[in-house]
């Protein structure tokens, strides 16, 4: 089974417009487990956060409470890692080696994402960075 990383914006994006490819990322997880989601404390901190900016919740109707139920259902969903790795891959954006280096401690193959320092990379140690719309094509129905 496919592992994969989710970056913030994916879970986010995913609430914000569930038809599109984030959302139909999460329903695939949800309804299929058509992969296997690797999630650290780090990238569940980010989500949360994320899901507080203004900008953020001018779409979502969801109260604060029912949104700290769904990142709670994601840690329980994804397989955890600690998060201890520490590497230096994303010179750009050092926030962003924390979904590399859950990746490498949950074995994923995948990373997730529309971040484009990510995206550049495009493989580190094995790990494709892909968007959700690739990856949805890889996910067997």
Known sequence: MLRAVLDANVLVSALIRPKGPPGQVVVRLLRDRAFTL?????IL??????????????????????????VASLALV???????LRIGA??????????????LEGRAQFIV????HLL????????????????????KD
């Open 38 to 42: 690797v999630t650290s404390p780090a």
């Open 45 to 70: 901190t980010e989500v949360r956060r994320s899901l507080a900016y203004p900008r953020v919740r001018k779409h979502l109707i969801a109260s604060d409470e029912d949104l700290d139920l769904w």
């Open 78 to 84: 994804g397989e955890p890692v600690e998060g201890i």
């Open 90 to 103: 994303v010179a750009e954006d050092p926030e962003d080696d924390k979904y590399i280096a859950a990746a």
């Open 113 to 116: 994402t529309g971040d484009a």
């Open 120 to 139: 550049t990379l495009k493989i580190y140690e094995g790990v494709r960075m892909v968007t959700p719309r690739v990856f949805l094509g890889l996910l």
